[in-house]
């Protein structure tokens, strides 16, 4: 929660004056678009909480693959709030995706299965992060929206940490330089460019894309962090990124 609280607040503080200058040239946002991306940032940091936490308990690969399940739950928050029909292949990548995060989970014990099961409800937050900021992008420009549901994120796991007494300070300067390379790599740069595409692309297409994520961090992951995957956890990971790729075709008619 640290780290990715720092994330937040150095992308915020970053981005402040740019933000600043975009509302001096354009209207205020309205109260209404404020709440949306002030929704949006506070499920951000309910992802960013749980996902962490997961990789600290269980390392990086697991959580991360079960947190890009994230196109499943847009579907069916797709289906429950907006009311718009699914067909049936999303119905069966769902199915395969979650036999596939059942393979994953099944053979994990202890602090590696809490963790993974921490990466699964973090792919929840992060569907609801790309439902809200679908509609959040119809009212807001991409620096505007991304800059409240940063501030918002960044309060958010403030509010956290403090709760749950987790120390702000006292680390050593190779974690300051990371949490800045998480603000500025991460956060600005990359979380900045899912913002605009959501913008311009429906969330059903925006959040499968992503799926690179958890196959590049299980290669780096090797060497790295020393981790490895055992053979049900390969195929339960293929499962779900399959699963995943069939829930994006099978979207919204």
Same mark, same amino acid.
């Given at each position: 929660m640290i780290s990715s609280f720092y994330r937040m607040l150095i992308a915020t503080l970053l981005l402040a004056v740019p933000f600043y200058r975009r509302i001096q040239t354009t209207h205020p946002p309205a109260p209404r678009a404020i709440w949306i991306a002030f929704l949006g940032g506070t499920l951000f940091a309910a992802d960013l909480a749980t996902w962490a936490t997961g990789v600290t308990l269980s390392g990086a690969t697991a959580p991360t693959l079960l947190a890009n399940t994230a196109p499943v739950w847009v579907g069916l928050g797709? %289906? +429950?709030? @907006? $009311? $718009?029909?699914? $067909?049936?292949? @999303?119905?069966?990548?769902?199915? %395969?995706?979650?036999?596939?995060?059942?393979?994953?989970?099944?053979?994990?014990?202890?602090?590696?299965?809490?963790?993974?099961? +921490?990466?699964? %409800?973090?792919?929840? @937050? !992060?569907?609801? !992060?790309? +439902?809200v900021t679908q509609r959040g992008r119809d009212l807001l420009d991409s620096l505007t929206y991304f800059w409240l549901a940063s501030a918002s994120s960044a309060l958010v796991l403030l509010v956290l940490a403090v709760g749950f007494r987790l120390p702000l300070t006292g680390y050593p300067a190779t974690s300051y330089l990371t949490f800045l390379a998480m603000g500025i790599v991460t956060q600005v740069f990359g979380y900045l460019a899912v913002s605009y595409a959501l913008g311009r692309f429906p969330a059903s297409i925006v959040a499968p894309t992503l799926l690179g994520q958890p196959l590049i961090t299980a290669v780096l992951a090797v060497p790295l962090l020393g981790e490895t995957l055992a053979p049900v956890q390969i195929l339960g990971g293929a499962a779900v990124l399959a699963g995943v790729l069939i829930v994006h075709r099978g979207q919204s008619i």
């Amino acid at each position: 929660m640290i780290s990715s609280f720092y994330r937040m607040l150095i992308a915020t503080l970053l981005l402040a004056v740019p933000f600043y200058r975009r509302i001096q040239t354009t209207h205020p946002p309205a109260p209404r678009a404020i709440w949306i991306a002030f929704l949006g940032g506070t499920l951000f940091a309910a992802d960013l909480a749980t996902w962490a936490t997961g990789v600290t308990l269980s390392g990086a690969t697991a959580p991360t693959l079960l947190a890009n399940t994230a196109p499943v739950w847009v579907g069916l928050g797709t %289906l +429950l709030i @907006f $009311r $718009r029909p699914l $067909r049936i292949g @999303f119905w069966i990548g769902t199915l %395969l995706a979650l036999v596939g995060a059942g393979l994953v989970l099944g053979i994990e014990t202890g602090d590696k299965a809490t963790g993974s099961a +921490l990466g699964l %409800l973090a792919g929840v @937050f !992060y569907g609801g !992060y790309f +439902l809200v900021t679908q509609r959040g992008r119809d009212l807001l420009d991409s620096l505007t929206y991304f800059w409240l549901a940063s501030a918002s994120s960044a309060l958010v796991l403030l509010v956290l940490a403090v709760g749950f007494r987790l120390p702000l300070t006292g680390y050593p300067a190779t974690s300051y330089l990371t949490f800045l390379a998480m603000g500025i790599v991460t956060q600005v740069f990359g979380y900045l460019a899912v913002s605009y595409a959501l913008g311009r692309f429906p969330a059903s297409i925006v959040a499968p894309t992503l799926l690179g994520q958890p196959l590049i961090t299980a290669v780096l992951a090797v060497p790295l962090l020393g981790e490895t995957l055992a053979p049900v956890q390969i195929l339960g990971g293929a499962a779900v990124l399959a699963g995943v790729l069939i829930v994006h075709r099978g979207q919204s008619i």
